[in-house]
């Protein structure tokens, strides 16, 4: 009866042992998981934010001094050398509405398009949730007048195309750009 009792205590003390081991395994797998969809989007975001903020430095650059820099604020469009030829490029920014990004299953996201020169550069459904530009004037005030902008802060967050453990991965950047050929283009006579 005693070896009895030592198997099945024995047994139960396993079985407890393996389910803490598999309980364990089950955690790190869900932590790399989830890590891995951290980065991803963080990924998507950083490399957008990368060719955004090249852009966005190139504002004014090529164009004649005194002309209008920024020319729409809906979606963001302006004139700048972005593809560094020496000509000004016309570049637009926009989201599109979620139904373009109707291949995810993210309800939320859409798509970010860069238009340079009437050709679409960036079309992809990268998970973009929002995107915010506001205009700023020398002291850091938002404006809505071009003539006076000479800052551009910049907000955007991306989510994961597919949810992991039924949440969206979410990342943002926000970035206040001082691109340095707004000063010479809009200093116009008022």
């Known amino acids: 009866m005693g070896d009895y009792l030592q198997l099945v205590g024995s047994i139960?003390?396993?079985?407890?042992?393996?389910i803490g081991v598999l309980n364990f395994h089950s955690d790190v797998v869900d932590f790399s998981n989830d890590n891995l969809f951290q980065l991803l989007t963080q990924e998507t975001a950083a490399s957008f934010m990368e060719i955004l903020e090249h852009d966005l430095r190139r504002i004014g650059s090529a164009i004649p001094k005194g002309r209008q820099a920024i020319t729409d604020s809906s979606a963001i469009t302006f004139l700048g050398d972005v593809t560094e030829d020496g000509v000004a490029d016309t570049v637009r920014y926009f989201v599109g509405p979620t139904s373009d990004a109707s291949g995810t299953t993210n309800p939320n996201d859409r798509i970010l398009f860069r238009v340079v020169n009437s050709d679409t550069t960036i079309r992809e459904r990268a998970g973009?949730?929002?995107f915010n530009i506001d205009f700023l004037d020398a002291i850091g005030a938002v404006t809505t007048d071009f003539r006076l902008v000479r800052m551009i802060h910049v907000q955007l967050?991306?989510?994961?195309k597919e949810p992991y453990d039924k949440q969206y991965v979410r990342a943002f950047w926000e970035k206040r750009i001082t691109?340095?050929?707004?000063?010479r283009v809009t200093a116009m006579n008022f």
């Open 157 to 160: 967050t991306v989510e994961s």
């Open 128 to 130: 973009v949730t929002a």
């Open 12 to 18: 139960v003390i396993g079985s407890l042992f393996l």
């Open 179 to 183: 691109p340095q050929n707004l000063d």
